[in-house]
């Protein structure tokens, strides 16, 4: 997993309607990048929803949020249309952004052992090194504490 000091290699991804967007795109603004394993499921509904109730906190601080799954656009057109979701979601189906920052990890449910996306946030500066790391972020917690930490 990427940690503090590091700098973010720019990438580009897909958004829900197929834009592309790079993570140049917003230098010179903080960027809180927030790994999660799946659209519309209790735990990633319960963060969206948590960076969507606090959004204009982050608006207000100048500080772009981006949740990144491997979830196609299409899924995330629903995603955000079903929470009105006012973030950048990013769909990353070949895991090329999450396997850089190191959180496609080995899972364990009922004893069966796979490979999924693990809940971890990354708050970069406005130069792309990132600041902070939260690893297995609490879904309802993650958004109250980045902000806690950008105050």
Request: glycine share 6%.
């Amino acid at each position: 997993m990427l940690s503090v000091g590091h700098r973010v290699s720019d990438f580009a991804l897909p958004d829900q309607d197929g834009k592309i967007h790079r993570l140049s795109d917003y230098q010179g603004k903080k960027v809180v990048i927030y790994f999660y394993p799946k659209d519309n499921t209790s735990g990633c509904t319960t963060q969206a929803c948590a960076f969507r109730d606090q959004f204009e906190d982050f608006k207000s601080l100048d500080v772009m949020v981006i949740g990144i799954s491997k979830d196609s656009p299409k899924s995330h057109q629903k995603f955000i249309k079903d929470y009105d979701l006012p973030f950048l979601l990013l769909s990353d189906e070949n895991l090329e952004v999450i396997q850089s920052f190191g959180v496609y990890v080995e899972k364990s449910m009922y004893g069966k052992k796979y490979m999924g996306v693990s809940r971890s946030t990354f708050v970069l500066d406005e130069d792309h090194i990132i600041t902070h790391v939260i690893e297995k972020a609490s879904p309802k917690e993650n958004a109250s504490d980045i902000l806690k930490i950008l105050v």
